[in-house]
């Protein structure tokens, strides 16, 4: 884990080797922890995809409203 500029634990999304949104950093860390245990599951069509739209929507991106991400969510309650 480090720190980001709010002085708050994050998660340190380095190792997945995919971009992370910056709002990330500004959510709890318990959804981080979600989050970062949905793109660590992910195959390389899906992380494939998740940066096209990363890429393309810029900071419109949000990962929370996915459907992927809200698909995984509900799975895995």
Known sequence: MNNNNNNMSSI??????????ETVYRVPLEE???LY????????????AYLIAFNHLGTSFNIFKSNGYKEW???NK
């Open 32 to 34: 981080q922890r979600e």
């Open 37 to 48: 245990n949905y793109l660590n599951q992910m195959n390389n069509v899906q992380k494939k």
């Open 12 to 21: 340190d999304f380095s190792d997945i080797g995919i971009q992370i949104p």
């Open 73 to 75: 969510k509900n799975k």
